[in-house]
């Protein structure tokens, strides 16, 4: 393989799976938007496509990846389960494979360490957390209709929480976390990767409004290396062994954040961007009935 093909590198998860390096994120993208997104990334040549039933999309991303033409298995499926599905594992993933229109998806994720009451989404349930919901999540993979298990938006103290429970068997391939320069979480990262699981970087344009696009440094050096600010992003995040899975609804921009082959980041410049001052998290945990964030990564 050529040196640094971004967009031909996977990388292999605990299960011996090879997740492509970069995808296409669809949180926000709407109905009417995502059908022709994906469909545009598939044919550009992205071969990773990151969903979630609480997007409210999955039939038109699997409309998108029909239209498209490239053959399903050729395709990495990430979906996951929404909070308030905690105690109906079976029905949440029966869902978005009927929604998305295929028969098994490459990786279901618990979206939040949050068993919310559908009920009522500002209770937790006070008789069921995350730990019943990964007893359940575990039998997934026998069936075939999901081959990776994993988590997000999980921080350490949660994870150590998760592998101390009696039930726990399957270690997560994948926990899909928040990262981007004001976000870098190293120490989760460190942690991460000592256990065998992969973190997925979202959010790694700083997200919708990202107030990274004004950013000093990152500006700078995007222009002294002719890129994108979005591309230089993608590389910070690529480099350090993260998959990445940048969401756009404009065609130019999701064939722009696909050309990365042959282009990296040196040392210097990576520590440049490690070191931006600003520190924040796009995706906090206010909205949920549960705190899952306890600062420093944890
Ligand atoms: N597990 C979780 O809890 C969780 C949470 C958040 C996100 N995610 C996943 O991660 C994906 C990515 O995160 P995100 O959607 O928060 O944000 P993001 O990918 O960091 O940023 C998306 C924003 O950047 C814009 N954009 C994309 N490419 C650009 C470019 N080349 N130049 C300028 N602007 C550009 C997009 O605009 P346009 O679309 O208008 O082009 C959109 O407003 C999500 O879509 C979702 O799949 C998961």
Same mark, same amino acid.
Request: a neutral charge.
């Given at each position: 393989m050529a040196q640094n093909s971004w967009t031909k590198q996977t990388f292999k998860l605990n299960t011996g799976a090879q997740i492509p390096a970069v995808g296409l994120g669809t949180w926000q993208s709407k109905p009417n938007q995502v059908r022709e997104a994906v469909k545009v990334a598939l044919q550009k040549g992205y071969r990773h496509i990151d969903t979630a039933l609480a997007y409210g999309n999955e039939h038109e991303v699997g409309q998108g990846i029909k239209d498209s033409g490239v053959p399903r298995e050729e395709i990495w499926i990430t979906t996951k389960l929404d909070n308030?599905?905690? #105690?109906?594992? @079976? @029905?949440?993933?029966?869902? !978005?494979?009927?929604?998305?229109?295929?028969?098994?998806v490459d990786l279901y994720l618990m &979206?939040?360490? !949050?068993?919310?009451?559908?009920?009522?989404? +500002? +209770?937790?349930?006070?008789?069921?957390?995350?730990?019943?919901?990964?007893?359940?999540?575990? #039998? /997934?993979?026998?069936?075939?209709?999901v081959k990776n298990i994993g988590v997000s938006n999980f921080g350490i103290k949660n994870l150590e929480k998760l592998f101390a429970d009696e039930r726990f068997k399957t270690m997560p391939a994948v926990n899909q976390i928040e990262l981007h320069p004001n976000?870098?979480?190293?120490? /989760? =990262?460190?942690?991460? #990767?000592?256990?065998?699981? &992969?973190?997925?970087?979202?959010?790694? *344009?700083?997200?919708?409004? !990202?107030? /990274?696009? $004004?950013? +000093?440094? =990152?500006?700078? *050096?995007?222009? $002294?290396?002719? /890129?994108?600010?979005?591309?230089?992003? *993608? *590389?910070w995040g690529l480099q350090r062994g993260t998959s990445v899975i940048p969401k756009s609804v404009t065609p130019e921009r999701i064939e722009s954040n696909f050309e990365l082959d042959g282009k990296s980041l040196s040392d210097e410049e990576m520590k440049a961007l490690d070191s931006l001052p600003d520190r924040f998290k796009v995706c906090g945990d206010a909205w949920l009935p549960v705190k899952v964030f306890f600062g420093d990564d944890e």
């Open positions: 308030p599905w905690h #105690k109906r594992v @079976e @029905e949440g993933i029966e869902s !978005s494979l009927k929604s998305l229109g295929v028969d098994y &979206h939040w360490p !949050s068993s919310t009451d559908p009920d009522d989404l +500002k +209770k937790h349930y006070p008789d069921w957390d995350f730990r019943d919901t990964w007893a359940e999540m575990q #039998k /997934l993979p026998a069936s075939g209709r976000n870098p979480s190293p120490k /989760l =990262l460190d942690y991460c #990767k000592e256990k065998g699981i &992969h973190c997925t970087a979202y959010s790694c *344009l700083g997200s919708t409004d !990202s107030p /990274l696009a $004004k950013d +000093k440094t =990152l500006k700078e *050096l995007a222009e $002294k290396k002719g /890129l994108s600010t979005a591309q230089v992003l *993608l *590389l």
